[in-house]
């Protein structure tokens, strides 16, 4: 402490303290624009898919279009590139893939995500997401997923919209619930008939019905069935 005071001496350890701090603002600068050079790949328009050699850890996070086109239909989700995705990528997805593609000394350049309708900037022909890189040859590395867990409820709401013969058998099982669960009393006061052709006969109209309604319904507020869409960037097909 009562030293004398070299000048050289504390301009040296001044340099040094410098120095690293230098290093650590630009090791922090450059982790940075990585970072930034990672989210606007993920808003980029690309078609290279990345072809790598995965370690038998990272094969397990490996679907095909197959897989996820199934998810997507039973479930009434999306499968589009990441630049319709509107919300923002969380910050343990860019991380995750920082260390992707450092553990494999390569740049992932497109990719893909599965998430509800709503959360995509869908365009005009006229809600969970899961972010996938594209291995090519219709496989797709999981990288990260967010959000909750589907409601077990929604396999049971996206099942009549999964595709035509769902739609079809629903709308059917609904009339006979409908005809066939009223109560004897009020079939007779309607038309003194035959219970059960009288049944028969009102299922088959609640159906017409029915089919007629929902049809208009679809189109109107353009919905189709969820084999079509599940991989559209149009809201309204």
């Given at each position: 402490m009562f030293e004398s005071?070299?000048?050289?001496?504390?301009?040296?350890q001044e340099r040094t303290k410098t120095e690293v701090l230098e290093e650590?603002?630009?090791?922090?600068?450059?982790?940075?624009?990585?970072?930034?050079?990672?989210?606007e790949r993920l808003k980029e328009e690309s078609s290279r898919a990345s072809f790598i050699?995965?370690?038998?850890?990272?094969?397990?996070?490996?679907?095909?279009?197959?897989?996820?086109?199934?998810v997507c239909i039973n479930y009434r989700?999306?499968?589009?590139?990441?630049?319709?995705?509107?919300?923002?990528?969380?910050?343990?997805?860019?991380?995750?893939?920082k260390a992707f593609e450092k553990k494999y000394n390569t740049q992932l350049s497109q990719?893909?995500?599965?998430a509800p309708a709503t959360a995509f900037d869908l365009q005009n022909i006229n809600k969970d997401p899961?972010?996938?890189a594209v291995l090519g040859k219709d496989r797709f590395l999981l990288i990260h997923q967010w959000g909750k867990d589907l409601s077990w409820t929604k396999r049971i709401t996206a099942w009549p919209v999964?595709?035509?013969r769902n739609y079809f058998l629903t709308l059917w099982l609904v009339a006979f619930l409908f005809s066939f669960t009223m109560p004897s009393s009020v079939m007779m006061e309607i038309?003194?008939?035959?219970?059960?052709?009288?049944?028969?006969?009102?299922?088959?109209?609640?159906?017409?019905?029915?089919?007629?309604?929902?049809?208009?319904l679809g189109l109107s507020y353009d919905k189709t069935f969820s084999n079509l869409n599940w991989d559209s960037k149009y809201y309204n097909y």
């Open positions: 005071i070299n000048l050289q001496k504390e301009l040296q650590v603002y630009l090791l922090l600068d450059q982790e940075a624009q990585s970072e930034e050079r990672i989210k050699q995965l370690d038998l850890e990272d094969c397990s996070s490996v679907f095909t279009l197959k897989q996820i086109r199934n989700l999306r499968f589009l590139d990441t630049r319709y995705f509107k919300s923002v990528f969380p910050y343990e997805a860019i991380q995750k893939i990719f893909k995500i599965i899961m972010l996938f999964k595709n035509f038309m003194p008939l035959r219970e059960l052709t009288l049944r028969c006969w009102l299922t088959v109209h609640t159906f017409i019905f029915l089919m007629g309604v929902t049809l208009w």
